[in-house]
Nanobody, 124 residues
């Protein structure tokens, strides 16, 4: 069983930066495809970024390209989301997700494991 724990969320002013971390633990049967999603109050959960462990390929939502960077540290079993030039519309609960399919995907249905989420609030 895989467990995901997010951390690093908080309150930041527009234009600021924040780095989220996702620790991965538990039984690992294979390399997992990892992703970050976010959900604003009253809105649907949306894709933010994804990374393929085996291929090292990254994917980003158009709204965060050039501002966010997803990366991994295999030794620490941790996935990161570096967020720069934050905007108020980036506000929401950010979730880490893992898929058995080690390919990038924007679909929430592809991810079998989810963390509890971490709140990110960007003020103007």
């Amino acid at each position: 069983q895989v467990r995901l724990v997010e951390s690093g969320g908080g309150l930041v002013q527009a234009g600021g930066s924040l780095r989220l971390s996702c620790g991965v633990s538990g039984r690992t049967y294979r390399n997992y495809g990892m992703a970050w999603f976010r959900q604003a109050p009253g809105k649907e959960r949306e894709f933010v970024a994804a990374i393929s462990w085996s291929a090292g390929i990254t994917y980003y939502a158009e709204s965060v390209k050039g501002r966010f960077t997803i990366s991994r540290d295999n030794a620490k079993n941790t996935v990161y989301l570096q967020m720069n030039s934050l905007k108020p519309e980036d506000t929401g609960v950010y979730y880490c997700a893992a898929s058995h399919y080690d390919v990038g995907s924007r679909d929430t249905n592809e991810y079998a494991y989810w963390g509890q989420g971490t709140q990110v609030t960007v003020s103007s």
